[in-house]
């Protein structure tokens, strides 16, 4: 599977399977966010890393990642906000090491 990593302030090309689509490719160009939806429905990922620039996961940012099973936080000095439904419907999920300073969704 998919291991995903946010860098910092980077620009990251990763090839994902979106639903029951073919391979499509992604070119994530980021600041300080991930996007409502824009991970949504991408079963390939397995685990993610999210550096202390993220300060926003979005709704629905990885909603239906039905293969992740992992996510990392990498320590954050500033609270990290993660919106409603961020991780919803995502059954594999077994391990999640949220940071303390963190706002929390639905």
Do not use: M
């Amino acid at each position: 599977g998919l291991i995903l990593y946010l860098f910092n302030k980077g620009v990251l090309k990763i090839a994902v399977k979106k639903g029951n689509a073919k391979i499509v490719e992604l070119l994530l160009k980021y600041k300080n966010n991930i996007d409502n939806s824009l991970f949504q429905d991408c079963i390939s990922i397995k685990e993610i890393f999210i550096p202390s620039s993220i300060k926003t996961i979005g709704i629905h940012a990885f909603e239906k990642c039905i293969s992740l099973t992992k996510v990392t936080f990498e320590s954050l000095s500033e609270p990290i906000k993660i919106d409603d439904y961020a991780f919803n419907k995502c059954e594999s999920l077994k391990e999640i090491s949220l940071p303390p300073l963190t706002l929390l969704g639905k």
